[in-house]
């Protein structure tokens, strides 16, 4: 893939499903500024079209999706906290947008879906698997933490299940996703594009004010809209942790292949 190919692939056909794939294989598809920005502003041009009936989430290559490019979080957290910020208010808003779409949404997964990936499937209303998907939600082990999509996370799977799975960043298959809740059904590799097309076919026999109108009304009256004043606390503490020693050790740790300093040491 050539880099200046754009890093989110956008088309519609002529029944009106949107395909977004996200496209950095070269890096399993890793979200940088660039995916963020026109993950963002797909989202909100496609859920204000008239002429699109659903929304398809799915990567190119061998991975959905492998949660933050951390050498672009090293360059990032480098900056102003200014700059900071505005970069955890675009990825806040991008899940957001994705969240409180009105138009039907389905993600296919397959491969790695860390992080950030995971609050993508949970932003989203039906979410097929692939038997090879496995799934972390990884930014602890970074000394980072994932406060924009904790909301998501906890409406798809539960607050008691974030407790665990946030904070341990314990990776797990398909399988134990489909348990938890984050995704519906799981189904062999070759048969994702299939299996997808199904669920697509059946949404589209529905009547898209009726299925707007369904969403709006679970958001009320469950509590699932994340209002701007929530958001903006949710982007600062995620840029302010992004800005600590302990998370320039994590990345650092990373990059050299090691664990991190606070991993207790062994006295052998």
């Known amino acids: 893939m050539s880099e200046q190919e754009p890093s989110v692939l956008a088309t519609v056909d002529q029944r009106g499903v949107a395909t977004v794939t996200l496209n950095r294989p070269h890096v399993n598809n890793a979200y940088n500024g660039d995916m963020v920005k026109m993950l963002l502003e797909g989202a909100r041009a496609l859920?204000?079209?008239?002429?699109v009936r659903v929304i398809v989430i799915k990567g190119n290559g061998k991975h959905f999706q492998a949660g933050a490019d951390l050498a672009?979080?090293?360059?990032?957290?480098?900056?102003?906290?200014?700059?900071?910020?505005?970069v955890s208010q675009q990825t806040t808003d991008a899940v957001r947008e994705l969240d409180a779409c009105m138009k039907p949404t389905v993600a296919l997964v397959h491969g790695a879906c860390f992080?950030?990936?995971?609050?993508?499937?949970?932003?989203?209303?039906?979410v097929v698997a692939a038997k090879n998907s496995i799934f972390s939600i990884a930014e602890v082990r970074w000394g980072l933490h994932a406060g924009p999509i904790i909301p998501q996370l906890a409406a798809a799977i539960g607050p008691r299940q974030v407790r665990r799975y946030a904070i341990t960043a314990e990776r797990f298959d398909a399988q134990k996703a489909e348990q938890l809740g984050l995704v519906h059904c799981v189904c062999d590799v070759e048969d994702l594009e299939k299996t997808g097309a199904e669920i697509i076919d059946s949404i589209l026999m529905n009547g898209p004010?009726?299925?707007?109108?369904?969403?709006?009304?679970?958001?009320?009256?469950?509590?699932?809209?994340?209002d701007d004043d929530l958001a903006l606390k949710l982007a600062d503490s995620h840029s302010r942790q992004r800005q600590t020693d302990e998370a320039s050790e994590g990345l650092r740790s990373f990059h050299e292949k090691r664990k991190a300093s606070w991993y207790p040491q062994s006295e052998n």
């Open 47 to 51: 859920s204000r079209d008239d002429s």
């Open 72 to 86: 672009w979080l090293e360059a990032v957290r480098n900056g102003t906290p200014e700059e900071n910020l505005a």
């Open 115 to 126: 992080g950030g990936g995971t609050g993508i499937l949970a932003a989203c209303d039906v």
């Open 209 to 226: 004010s009726g299925m707007a109108e369904t969403k709006r009304i679970l958001f009320e009256t469950s509590g699932l809209y994340i």
